[in-house]
């Protein structure tokens, strides 16, 4: 009878003491419904010989030996090609899986439906030379956006089998990336990704790995963008790659659009003044002309929603300021933030429509198209922004939830300056939700899901939109390359009265935990401050 997994692990030049542990970690697993497939790639190095001989005596334990040294790709094709089991693992050769490893995958995998399971990761940690672990990744659940930009479901991975063969295995040319490769080209099929937020898989740090010194392969670094140019060709998304790497492993998408539509721009406004870096400012004034002068994108209207009881002086400026690309509707109801917006996108025209609010100040010339480039995928239904405060500590980066506490926005007033929890600042991630400061939508989604519900006229208006896109299907999306100020926050009242989270609650008690939120991390503390580890050690990659 065939095993349900197969773990595939090319072995080259492996110390022996890396070797062993690693071959262990196969045979400790509490489930035994697996095999290890061995692969040595022409290794010349005098002990292992006997050490693969030695683990051969294991019926479950199947070596292949290569003649010559073909490279990862070629080793790990040959393991593919002698499997028997439904489900891949993948397992470098000085790595090691906890002994839960396979059983957890396994019951995740009944759990979501054995027969629709095409691809599974867990968590991971490091494995220091004296061997205490540190570093955890506390991934999120299936995020299509931040994978484009990171190989970030790394360690353990398990794929389906016919899947893999469907898709050609492993590809030549792609070595040092060639997981990423691959993955790319499954997900693009699969049917379900289920994630255990369980770390599995330990990452050794040697000397010549990634995680020992990211400078140690760079033809990985460029294997990666090959990866994801080769996904960008076949999926169409509108994207090039760009040529820096801010951090190892993150990789920048630029817009490429093909098609340039119309944008509408809705800033709601009661004319306010506020001091910015010292200077009284009108801040809607000043949101309307950095629009005009910094965006490069040049399809767009703004529609401001001004209320009646605006002074006629702070009318007339904000109006020049957006000369023929703006027009006014007066706004005469009682306030309510989210009744303004719904007010102006109906007098907008623009196939998607954008909320802005007035404090918000544009950086990055590019940021429409960067919006653009994720609001028309057909699967997202809303897009948010990089915001920073005036004094340039972050303030927005995307909004997340947890069991018992509010929906905050993550690392709000870090250093933007940081790359933050494994690149997370600097990375698109899907999110639960995104700020309503900057947030864009096509117009048939935003029709669908109602606009914003004036049950929130003052706050959650933009988290309870959100909720809506995620209950119709859609992703939520946060891009960095969208970067602002938001002079927070003078559009509106911050307090959060009780009754408004009560709201929000009552109204989406059926979500469940937050999917790109890790549950080992809480919101009560911080979220990026993940626990003590079992061995006792702070892990420290913050």
Known sequence: MAPTFSVITPVYETPAELFTACVDSVRNQTL????????????VAPHLPALLDAAARDPRITVIRRAENGGIVAASNDGIAAAR????????????????????????????????????????????????????????????????????????????????????????????????????????????????????????????????????????????????????????????????????????????????????????????????????????????????????????????VIDHHTDPEARRRILAAGGDRIRAVTYTKPFSFSDKCNVGAVRSDGEHVLLLNDDIEVISPDWLEALLMYSRLPAVGAV???????????????????????????????NAEQDGYYGIFRL??????????????????????????????????DVDYCYKVHERGYRVVYTPEAELFHHESASRDPVVAPHELDRLRDRWSVLGRDPYLNPNFGMRVHPFNPPNDRHGNLYSRL
């Open 85 to 304: 089991g439904e489900l891949i693992a993948l397992l470098d050769h000085d790595d090691e899986l906890h002994p839960e490893a396979l059983e957890a995958a396994l019951d995740a995998i009944a759990e979501a439906g054995r027969d629709e399971v095409d691809y599974l990761y867990t968590d991971s940690d490091m494995i220091l030379e004296d061997g205490t672990h540190r570093d955890p990744f506390f991934k999120p659940d299936w995020s299509p956006e931040r994978f484009r930009a990171q190989m970030y479901t790394n360690h353990l991975g398990i794929l389906r089998r016919s899947l893999v063969l469907e898709v050609g295995g492993f590809r030549a040319g792609f070595d040092g990336s060639q997981d990423f490769d691959l993955v790319f080209r499954v997900t693009e099929k699969a049917r379900r990704v289920v994630h255990v937020p369980r770390v599995l898989y330990h990452w050794r740090v040697v000397a010549t790995s990634v995680a020992g010194d990211p400078d140690a392969k760079p033809y990985a670094w460029l294997a990666g963008r090959k990866a994801i140019e080769s996904h960008i060709e076949r999926t169409g998304f509108e994207a090039t790659v760009g040529d820096d790497i801010p951090i190892p492993g993150v990789y920048r998408l630029r817009p490429a659009l093909r098609e340039h539509p119309t944008v509408s721009i809705v800033i709601p406004t009661a004319g306010t003044v506020k001091e910015v870096h010292g200077e009284p400012t009108l801040l809607a004034e000043r949101c309307v002309a950095s629009v005009i002068e910094r965006s490069t994108y040049d399809n767009y209207e703004i529609v401001a």
């Open 32 to 43: 035994d419904d697996w095999e290890l497939i061995l692969i040595d790639d022409g290794s």
């Open 428 to 461: 698109p991630c899907n999110w639960m939700a995104v700020t309503g400061a900057c947030l864009m939508s096509r117009r048939d989604v935003y029709v669908e899901v109602g606009g914003l519900s004036t049950d929130f006229p003052n706050n959650f208006n």
């Open 384 to 414: 948010g922004a990089r915001l920073l405060f005036g004094d340039g500590r972050l303030q927005h980066v995307g909004i997340g939830m947890s069991d018992g506490a509010a929906p905050g926005q993550i690392c709000r007033g870090w």
